[in-house]
């Protein structure tokens, strides 16, 4: 199974988003999303949230403990 971080690029790349563009509608730098994003910063899980349910979708705790990010059921 994918990362959270791989799984978060994955859809940025997918969806035509840019870190700057993510950055600037939440509000954040786009150096702070840049270093999570390539693992150097370990976000809260705040920050995680806040950004999947921007784009749609939502993270999910499985039972091994691994991060899942599907899309937000409408």
Known sequence: M???LDQFLEILKKEH??????????NI??????EILNGKKKPSI????KISEHL???IVLTK???WLISP???
Not at 17 to 26: D, F, G, N, P, T
Not at 29 to 34: I, L, R, T, W
């Open 2 to 4: 994918k990362n959270i």
């Open 17 to 26: 988003i840019s870190q700057y563009k993510i950055a600037k509608e939440l």
């Open 29 to 34: 730098s786009q150096s702070y999303v840049n």
């Open 46 to 49: 705040n920050y995680l949230i």
């Open 56 to 58: 749609g979708y939502e």
């Open 64 to 66: 091994k403990n691994a």
């Open 72 to 74: 937000l059921a409408i």
